[in-house]
């Protein structure tokens, strides 16, 4: 679908908006489980699919279907279908495209509990999944198979920010039919849609800027009307992670302020990740596009901004790590992210405590990396607090540490 308006226009006035009988400026929301037949024939009709309308809120609802139309709108994709979780999302687009005997491809650093269905749930289906580092082509083309159906990978990473190319990993799927998933939920459809670099399906967990308010969780899938229809029509319908229709609505007014709340979150982040790299306490700073090693090469085509997630590793031990951690005012310790609050968290310990030690070495999520999600305060009062925590640590090398102990 060709875009309208741009994209901060399309926050509010997007492609297919409905408008509603009494004219309300703020779409009302259709709180009901189930919806009224006229006559035994008419619901007959609804459910062999010969007469348009709702049945029951899990099949389909005006308000969730009115965010379905503004996340399309913009991502760019013929459909949308809204999930319960970003979870959701993440489960319903592999599940629709995959059965026993199948083969993923995968990313070996992604968000953790998307690393626990690819690596425990989806085996006990049948499904193998191999891990690989998505820098490496020739490691994703070797890891090929006759079964291959899905390449399945975030970018930016969680928890380090690691940035692919998407543009090429999508054509190394496309050469061998394979369809290609990517997690956008970091960079969000402002800064980047990877459909139109060739992606078959974008999953978001809308939990974070998407509803930006820290108040929701929920997932949307974004794809072509034949993935949705597949999607809503088995996984969500027969697994039943819909979205539930407030959820929707707080998504859709979050939705309108998402390019200002965007701006704001990118130039805190940018100016922090500025100011960490030069602090001696800091051994290494992660933040898209800052650096050649930060995927600089791919700012400004793949991806307009680096976003708002800034991850660190410490020039300390797990327990150092710790008491800098503790000692911050502002920065509160929390997972999740994208909200106005900042947040704090310590992967290897928290969101990616569902790796393996083996698997988190491999991913790179060493004991002293910390992921800041930089919220809308102001940067300098942040700026402030991280200094302030990182005062008392002894800039120690690590070199020589195990930073690979922390379970
Ligand atoms: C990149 C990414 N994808 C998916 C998810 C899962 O989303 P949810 O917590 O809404 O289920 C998360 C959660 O943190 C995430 O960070």
Redesign the pocket.
Same mark, same amino acid.
């Given at each position: 679908m060709k875009p309208l308006y741009q994209r901060d226009t399309a926050l509010i006035h997007y492609q297919g908006k409905q408008g509603n009988e009494h004219g309300a400026l703020v779409a009302p929301i259709y709180q009901t489980s189930t919806f009224t037949f006229e006559n035994l024939e008419q619901g007959s009709k609804r459910f062999a699919g010969e007469d348009e309308g709702y049945i029951y809120t899990r099949l389909g609802n005006p308000t969730v279907r009115e965010l379905e139309r503004q996340m399309a709108s913009l991502e760019g994709s013929e459909d949308a279908a809204a999930t319960a979780? +970003?979870?959701?999302a993440?489960s319903a687009s592999l599940l629709a495209n995959l059965k026993a005997g199948e083969h993923v491809i995968a990313s070996s650093a992604v968000?953790g509990? /998307?690393f626990s269905l690819l690596n425990e749930q989806l085996p006990r289906y049948g499904i193998d999944v191999t891990f690989v580092d998505m820098s490496d082509f020739k490691e994703i083309k070797q890891a090929v198979k006759a079964n291959t159906k899905v390449i399945f990978l975030?970018s930016p990473v969680?928890p380090h920010l690691q940035v692919f190319d998407l543009e090429k990993i999508i054509n190394i799927a496309r050469e061998h039919h394979i369809i290609s998933i990517v997690?956008n /939920?970091?960079l969000t459809p402002l800064l980047q849609r990877p459909l139109e670099l060739g992606a078959d399906i974008v999953i978001h !967990? %809308?939990?974070?800027y998407l509803n930006g308010h820290g108040d929701v969780? %929920? +997932?949307i899938v974004c794809a072509s009307q034949e993935q949705i229809d597949n999607i809503k029509g088995t996984i969500i319908k027969d697994f039943g992670a819909s979205m539930a229709p407030f959820d929707a609505w707080l998504i859709s007014r979050g939705l309108k302020t998402l390019s200002v709340r965007m701006e704001r979150h990118c130039q805190s982040a940018l100016t922090i990740a500025q100011w960490l790299s030069e602090h001696p306490a800091i051994a290494k700073v992660y933040y898209p596009g800052l650096n050649e090693e930060c995927g600089k090469a791919l700012l400004g085509n793949q991806m307009s901004a680096g976003g708002g997630l800034v991850a660190i590793e410490l020039h300390a031990d797990f327990e150092q790590t710790q008491a800098f951690v503790n000692k911050l005012k502002l920065f509160t310790i929390a997972? !999740?992210?994208g909200d106005a609050e900042s947040l704090i968290q310590h992967p290897a310990s928290m969101?990616h405590a569902t790796y393996s030690l083996e698997a988190r070495h491999k991913a790179g999520i060493a004991d002293n990396l910390i992921r800041l999600s930089i919220g809308l305060e102001a940067a300098q009062d942040l700026i402030n607090d991280l200094d302030h925590g990182l005062n008392g640590l002894n800039n120690q090398s690590v070199a020589g540490l195990d930073l690979y102990q922390q379970a």
């Open positions: 979780t +970003g979870m959701g993440v968000y509990c /998307t975030e969680n997690d /939920t970091f !967990s %809308a939990t974070k969780v %929920a +997932g997972v !999740s992210l969101t």
